[in-house]
């Protein structure tokens, strides 16, 4: 078992896959992350900071998806979340793209910047962690433990 956590502006004991108006990095789904402080750092976009615990295990039948870096891959796989395209992960694991590499990744969406631009400006970014639950009987491998507020 492994700790996770999920930042937002209210306790989340049980979690759910909620459409957004917002295409994100993984799709649809319920985003956590293994770093406390970026859990943190997410929560306190909010005026109400909580942090939502989990236990989380990994289970082999299901179809995860996991990037240990930014790799071509990961950037085709969060190109294609981003307009929209669905996928059929249960799990996906990987950097996140925060507020400075996804801009580089919406000029690269938008043709603004090549792949090869992109690369030489993300080399010098340094990712974040993310996990996306994308699938219901994802989110059953999750294990409320506490929230507390920042």
Partial sequence: MVRIYHGSFCEIAEPEIRPSRYNKDFGQGFYCTELQR???????????PVVSVFEYSEPSELRILRFDSMTE??????????????????????????????????????GILTREQ??????????????ALCSTI?????????SYTL
């Fill in 73 to 110: 891959q990961w950037l085709d796989f969060i190109a294609d979340c981003r307009i929209g395209k669905l996928h059929h992960w249960d799990i996906v694991i990987g950097a996140m793209a925060n507020d400075q590499v996804w801009n580089y990744i919406a000029d690269y969406i938008a």
């Fill in 38 to 48: 970026q859990a943190e750092r997410w929560a306190q976009r909010f005026d109400s």
């Fill in 118 to 131: 992109f690369w030489v400006l993300a080399k010098f970014k340094h990712p974040t962690h993310q996990i």
């Fill in 138 to 146: 994802a989110l059953e491998t999750l294990k409320f433990v506490k």
